[in-house]
DNA sequence: CTACGCTTTTGCAGCGCTGCAAAACACAGC
DNA sequence: GCTGTGTTTTGCAGCGCTGCAAAAGCGTAG
């Protein structure tokens, strides 16, 4: 394999100095049109590709940023990223993606003072089980933008939904369809990420706003938001003496698990238990019925985070942490309607 | 914020050369344990950690391996990418991950010589639309694994499943469930990929072994293997005059969508339409009814790629390029025969 | 003609590590 | 004590680029 033509070769050929080529290469503004087209010209006759490692440590940077979820094949974290990969790129950047699934001790390594440092510029992180005593231990130099459950503390952004307010909302459609007996389904009372607790609060604001009082057999802990752990709850809670009429799931595939349950034991959705999830993946749209949800503005988020966690890269002096707020709203379908709706 | 405490400094504390730092940071065999102890206690006293930019540059190369697939938000991707990326991680190689949308020109841009090689030592590629043209003129010292869509052509790896029979193997669970007019959605005649035709083909295959015709009206192309096309492509059979009593979709996705179709329009699966999907996603495990489908073998797929690519990336001299087949079965479930079956 | 300020180009050091080959050391045998 | 062999350590160059500061060029004013 011969030699990758460097910088010096080009100009070699160019008549200039390295430095020029360099200038040239990166679009330098004090360059003349004379010298450009020379060195251009010499550039594309050798076919000359910058050396990106070289770059890097020159500049003492990687171009590159991580994104961190708790587990990869998560549809909500897929649409997400999906989204983040491509704003990166408008703004050049790589994006490497790790998961954690969830091990509180990886996500911990992850933003620690670590090796990896350097191999990213900052992180875009979304984690489940951090705790503030991980965050507080941090390496502090690393950009890093968080989504989801952690609310800032001042040294990181924090972009996502309000979690109680969107979670009222849904309980209280619930409610105003007339259901009276309705669970709730990913609670997580002892996690230390906090999402889990905000949607229980916003459940018991809703029925409280109504004059109601939920009844606490009805909310159920859930290891994680999977569709597993949703038909394993909704199976719990039908075999309870006085099943719910209504239930909010903590997450669309919670929701699609409890209905799947539902469904095989005879019982009709919504008719006989109308179903609220969150998050609206593509998955629920096509679902059979079609599932009412908290749709967040997954574009929004993504872009914000990548927007933000840049300008942390690029700031000298690092910019105030901040608490970023992405709109949602409810989309009505079948699972709580019972309307065919449009997607 | 200070510096980084460098090799230099580790070698000044221990009273030794810094190559020798490097040495015992890299586990080399000829250190004695008097010196590997010495050095050892000035890493853990100043905190070093190894400057990964500048190893990158002076091995050149970049101990990342790049992901490239069409959508992220595929389930069968996203699944897939969470193999590879804890294959990855044992070997010690970060994953960067890159969507193209499907598109050609994406596609070959990123195997053909680019201004991002070093960032990654090899690729694990799961085209769409790359043509022959595109693969002969890519960069050939780019280490390169291809997933699904095309045969190899000596010159790199090439992992996936036996499409053919696959699909063989679908259609005649159909056909020996007493359907007759069998429709396949997902064809793709004029693709430059092949995966589309090779099930196409299986489809013929299996109704020429059982001495039937495949009806040319009911076999469907759609552009993509989603949902929205499966609904689609559904909406149209059964406008026809005469519609299918079983459906070979090319994916669970494209059976998610084309049994929401027949749900929406009243009628029932598997009694009146029997569907079939292929890849054996989570979501198909869930839905109602739950699919009958064909699954390969994801994590072998992924460990495969990754060690092929791994060894593509040390080796001396480039080793053959094979065509590796992972093993693949049909689940049963509801959507084919009615009956509840285990997760 | 010289001085001055501005633009363009250059030279060099150095980012922090590893490859290579030579040097130093250790030990056994004569 | 000296030689030879094998092990351990070292020194240096260099990966290919960019930051920095100095040098060169260039035009205008005095």
Do not use: W
Not at 166 to 193: C, F, M, V
Not at 317 to 330: I, N, Y
């Amino acid at each position: 394999m011969r030699r990758e033509v460097t910088l010096r070769d080009v100009a070699e050929l160019a008549g200039v100095s390295s430095r020029t080529v360099s200038n040239v290469v990166n679009g330098y503004a004090n360059v003349t049109e004379r010298t450009r087209e020379r060195v251009q010209r010499a550039v594309d006759e050798l076919g000359y590709r910058p050396n990106v490692l070289a770059r890097n440590l020159a500049q003492g940077r990687s171009g590159q940023i991580a994104v961190v979820v708790p587990y990869l094949d998560t549809p909500y974290f897929s649409e997400l990223l999906q989204s983040v990969i491509r704003a990166a790129r408008v703004s050049g950047y790589n994006v490497l993606i790790d998961q954690t699934d969830g091990d509180p001790e990886h996500e911990r390594a992850f933003i620690a003072h670590g090796s990896r440092r350097l191999l990213f510029d900052g992180v875009i992180f979304s984690p489940l089980g951090l705790d503030q005593q991980a965050l507080a231990d941090r390496d502090r130099t690393l950009p890093l933008v968080i989504l989801g459950e952690r609310a800032s503390d001042g040294s990181f952004d924090h972009v996502g939904i309000d979690d109680v307010a969107a979670s009222r909302l849904a309980t209280e459609h619930l409610i105003d369809l007339g259901r009276r007996r309705i669970a709730a389904i990913g609670d997580q009372p002892y996690a230390t990420g906090e999402a889990a607790q905000r949607r229980t609060r916003g459940f018991r604001e809703a029925h409280a706003a109504r004059g109601l009082t939920p009844r606490e057999e009805l909310i159920i802990s859930t290891p994680r938001f999977n569709r597993p752990d949703g038909a394993r709850a909704m199976e719990h809670l039908l075999d309870l003496a006085e099943p719910p009429d209504a239930v909010f799931c903590y997450s669309d595939l919670v929701a699609l698990g409890a209905i799947r349950t539902i469904v095989s034991r005879g019982l009709r959705v919504p008719e006989d238990i109308a179903v609220i999830g969150y998050d609206d993946i593509e998955d629920g749209r096509f679902s059979n019925p079609t599932i009412t949800t908290i749709s967040p503005d997954k574009e929004m988020i993504a872009t914000t985070a990548v927007d933000r966690l840049l300008l942390r890269i690029t700031s000298e002096s690092p910019p105030p942490g901040l608490e970023l707020r992405a709109p949602f709203k409810l989309v009505e379908r079948e699972s709580t309607t019972g309307r065919v709706s449009p997607r």
